[in-house]
C-alpha cells in the first residue's frame, strides 16, 4: 500500500525523532511515481525551524496515471529502488545536487533541504517566467557534459530495463512508421541500445533541473538512469527546450539551443578531444523524442500543453516528423532540423 500525507508524516518523525519535529505542509509536485511535500523541521533542542523537502515514492503505481499496464509492469515495477539510485547518484555526481538531511532507503524516503531556500528556481519555473537568459544555455551544456562523464566513469547500475524504456520512449515512432520507414526505427533501436553504452540520465525534464541568480545549475531525479546510448543525452534536453520554444517561452528560438550545444561540445571535449556530434543520430533522437511527448500531454506543464497541444501545431509536429523521416530526403544535419522546425511554426 501507498502511503498518504498523514502516514508519511507520522512516518518521518518516528524516522527523524532525532533530528526534531516535522510538519509537513504542501504537495510540491504530486507525482505519478513519486509525492514530493515542502515541510518545516522544528530543530530538536534549538527549536529554530528550517525549511525542508520530504520526497515518498510510491510502491504501487496507479494503472490510469501511466499509459498502460504493461508500463507499469516493465518500466515502473520497481519505482522505490530508483529513489535509491537517485541518491546513489547524485552522491557521486560532481555538480550541485539537493542538500540531503538524511536518506531512508527502506522506506522510499529523502528528507532534504528546500533548494528555493539557496535561490535556486527550477528550470521550468524559470522558463514559464521568461527569467532565463543565454548565459543559462552554457551552464546547460557544461551541466550535460559534466553529467555525462560522472555517469560514465562512476555509475555502473540500473533499476530498469533499457528495453523497456526504449519501448516507452519510441513507441510513437514505431506505430507511425510502416513500410520501407521502419529502417529509421530499427536504425534507432540499435543506436539507442548500442553495445558501447553508459549509464545515461533519459529523463531531463526542466523539472529535474534548477538554476540559481548566478545561474549555478543543480539537478536531481536521476533514478530512471539507465544504460543506453549516451549520445541521447543531449538530443533529450534540446526537444524539452524546443516545447518551450514552440510554446513562445524562449525566444530567439533555434539561438538558445545552438548556444546549449555549442557549450556541450566546448565542455565534453575536454574530457574526449575527439567526441564529434553524431548529427543523424541527433536529429532521430530529437524528432522520436518530440513525438513521444506530443501524445503525452499529461506529463507536461498546462502553460505549455494547452498552447503546443493545439490542432494546428499537433499536426505540425506530425508533419514536421514525416518531413524529416522522408524517404528519398530525409534531414541528416541539425541546421536543417532546426529550419524546419521554424518553418513549420511560421
Ligand atoms: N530539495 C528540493 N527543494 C525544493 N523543491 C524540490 C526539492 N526536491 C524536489 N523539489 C520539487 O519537487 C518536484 C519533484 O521532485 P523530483 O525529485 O523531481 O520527483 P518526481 O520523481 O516526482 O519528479 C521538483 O520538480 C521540484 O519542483
Ligand atoms: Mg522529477
Redesign the pocket.
Known sequence: MNLSKEQIEKKVNKLMSEYGEIIIKEI??W?V??D?YSAMLIDKTTKKQTNI?V?YTKLNIEKSKIFSKKDIEESFFNAQATQNLDILIQNILSSNT?KIIKHFPESSITV?????DEKFK?LQTRLLEKDISINSAKKLGETLAILRKDLQQNVNIQIESSQSQFNERFLELKVLLYNWRMDFYNQIEEDFLQENKYITWTDWDP??FAIDNEWESMV??LGRAIKCDPDFMLANLLWHLWLFVIAGYLENNSIFLEKVIEWFLEKYKEFDKLYEIDEKKFVNYFTASLLHRWMAMRWIDPRIANIIWEDSLKYACIHFWDMVFDKNNSITTIKKLFLLLQEIQD
Open positions: 510540491l509536485a507525482g511515481v513519486s514530493v523537502v520526497k539537493p532534504m533541504y528546500n533548494f528555493t527550477l523539472k529535474n536531481f531525479d
